[in-house]
């Protein structure tokens, strides 16, 4: 029997996790940290590059554990490898034990990436509410940016004193998220029939329907290639500008500031993408936002206002984000939805592999303002295929 007041507190239920999921203070220090620990600019790219080849490898995994058994178990382990990597973080001293940190933090990234959206999404849909979906994901999405502003600004001022303080915070936070973890309602989703089978057939099958999802509604494949790689674009940015600013001069609070503003025209954006989409539509969403992003890039590495223009890319980016998760939850199943938004993930990952090193590579050889024009050309190659794409495909439907 589905308690449809359970599933309706989900909806709050997931402001407040996804509010406290992002007090990690952290966040925006990391790479300052560990530089501060004798990292080079390659090998906290290689870091990184571990974070995204576990996430590569683990993220369909860890979305069948989400389709097969449950979104709640997903995301209570989720938190509870999330709570383990910060403290190794903390503890650790060599480039080896920082690399299995990123493997923890990887996993615990994994377990919620398509679990979490699909708990809620799925619960909309017993409620026969998922046309406000982007609505309330543009809500989630300023949960999400007010506990960043929180964590950047109070993880930037405690960074000022003894980043050991920020790190145990952090701890404080993440055990919070996982008794929060335990009050979800899990949606009921209709299911095969799996009784003495094999893992391993449950698997392969759970991963080759989902893949047939994929491969006939090439729609689905095209929004998430198109998402993940402005996506990696953006994190790409977020992280190198920390040592960026750091190296013109600016201490930990003054970048957590300016990265809590562009948390705040994130969440505004996002707030306002159910009303702007209904102005421009999906093809102006896809179109336009591409090359406000990717303009941002080159003015973020070509003048001294890289700072500015990173809020202003930050509130594209989240309007991207809101609006395409709601297109895609649209044209997907429930039984498949955490394993396909985990492909979207792995695609991000695959991106980030080879980004993050070789922006990090650049920037030890040369600096980080050449690996940012790096990044702005292939940006300015990726918004101008997209829009030629979509011109294309708009022709073609027209034809028909």
Same mark, same amino acid.
């Given at each position: 029997?589905?308690?449809?007041?359970?599933?309706?507190?989900?909806?709050?239920? *997931?402001?407040?996790?996804?509010?406290?999921?992002?007090?990690?203070?952290?966040?925006?220090?990391?790479?300052?940290?560990?530089?501060?620990?004798?990292?080079?600019?390659?090998?906290?790219?290689?870091?990184?590059?571990?974070?995204?080849?576990?996430?590569?490898?683990?993220?369909?995994?860890?979305?069948?554990?989400?389709?097969?058994?449950?979104?709640?178990?997903?995301?209570?382990?989720?938190?509870?490898?999330?709570?383990?990597?910060?403290?190794?973080?903390?503890?650790?001293?060599?480039?080896?034990?920082?690399?299995?940190?990123?493997?923890?933090?990887?996993?615990?990234?994994?377990?919620?990436?398509?679990?979490?959206?699909?708990?809620?999404?799925?619960?909309?849909?017993?409620?026969?509410?998922?046309?406000?979906?982007?609505?309330?994901?543009?809500?989630?999405?300023?949960?999400?940016?007010?506990?960043?502003?929180?964590?950047?600004?109070?993880?930037?001022?405690?960074?000022?004193?003894?980043?050991?303080?920020?790190?145990?915070?952090?701890?404080?936070?993440?055990?919070?998220?996982?008794?929060? &973890?335990?009050?979800?309602?899990?949606?009921?989703?209709?299911?095969? *029939?799996?009784?003495?089978?094999?893992?391993?057939?449950?698997?392969?099958?759970?991963?080759?329907?989902?893949?047939?999802?994929?491969?006939?509604?090439?729609?689905?494949?095209?929004?998430?290639?198109?998402?993940?790689?402005?996506?990696?674009?953006?994190?790409?940015?977020?992280?190198?500008?920390?040592?960026?600013?750091?190296?013109?001069?600016?201490?930990?609070?003054?970048?957590?500031?300016?990265?809590?503003?562009?948390?705040?025209?994130?969440?505004?954006?996002?707030?306002?993408?159910?009303?702007?989409?209904?102005?421009?539509?999906?093809?102006?969403?896809?179109?336009?936002?591409?090359?406000?992003?990717?303009?941002?890039?080159?003015?973020?590495?070509?003048?001294?206002?890289?700072?500015?223009?990173?809020?202003?890319?930050?509130?594209?980016?989240?309007?991207?984000?809101?609006?395409?998760?709601?297109?895609?939850?649209?044209?997907?199943? &429930?039984?498949?939805?955490?394993?396909?938004?985990?492909?979207?993930?792995?695609?991000?990952?695959?991106?980030?592999?080879?980004?993050?090193?070789?922006?990090?590579?650049?920037?030890?050889?040369?600096?980080?303002?050449?690996?940012?024009?790096?990044?702005?050309?292939?940006?300015?190659?990726?918004?101008?295929?997209?829009?030629?794409?979509?011109?294309?495909?708009?022709?073609?439907? *027209?034809?028909?």
């Amino acid at each position: 029997m589905i308690d449809n007041t359970k599933l309706q507190g989900n909806i709050i239920n *997931n402001y407040v996790f996804i509010f406290l999921s992002n007090l990690n203070l952290t966040h925006g220090l990391w790479m300052i940290y560990l530089a501060n620990k004798g990292m080079s600019l390659v090998q906290l790219g290689i870091l990184e590059g571990v974070f995204h080849i576990t996430s590569f490898l683990m993220e369909v995994p860890t979305g069948l554990v989400a389709d097969i058994y449950s979104r709640k178990t997903s995301r209570i382990f989720g938190r509870i490898l999330a709570l383990v990597s910060i403290m190794i973080l903390l503890l650790a001293d060599s480039f080896s034990l920082f690399a299995l940190s990123f493997v923890f933090t990887a996993l615990s990234y994994n377990l919620e990436s398509g679990a979490g959206e699909a708990l809620i999404y799925d619960s909309l849909k017993i409620l026969e509410r998922e046309d406000q979906y982007m609505k309330i994901s543009g809500k989630i999405e300023v949960s999400y940016q007010l506990g960043s502003v929180i964590a950047l600004l109070l993880g930037g001022y405690l960074a000022t004193i003894n980043y050991k303080y920020a790190f145990i915070l952090t701890m404080v936070f993440i055990s919070l998220t996982i008794v929060q &973890s335990f009050k979800f309602e899990e949606p009921y989703v209709e299911k095969d *029939n799996k009784a003495d089978r094999s893992v391993r057939s449950i698997l392969y099958e759970q991963i080759s329907q989902s893949l047939k999802v994929v491969k006939d509604n090439k729609k689905v494949g095209f929004i998430i290639i198109f998402t993940q790689v402005i996506l990696a674009f953006g994190t790409s940015l977020f992280f190198y500008l920390q040592n960026f600013l750091k190296s013109n001069g600016h201490n930990e609070f003054f970048i957590g500031t300016i990265f809590a503003i562009a948390a705040i025209a994130d969440a505004i954006a996002c707030s306002q993408t159910f009303k702007l989409e209904k102005i421009i539509k999906e093809k102006g969403i896809l179109m336009i936002m591409p090359f406000i992003t990717v303009i941002c890039m080159w003015l973020i590495a070509l003048t001294d206002y890289s700072y500015v223009f990173y809020i202003i890319m930050m509130g594209a980016e989240g309007i991207i984000f809101v609006a395409t998760s709601d297109y895609i939850n649209k044209l997907i199943p &429930s039984k498949n939805r955490a394993t396909i938004l985990s492909f979207a993930s792995m695609v991000f990952s695959f991106f980030m592999i080879f980004i993050f090193p070789l922006i990090g590579k650049i920037g030890d050889v040369f600096s980080l303002q050449i690996a940012f024009l790096f990044l702005s050309i292939l940006g300015t190659f990726f918004a101008i295929g997209n829009f030629l794409l979509l011109v294309f495909v708009e022709k073609r439907r *027209n034809r028909v």
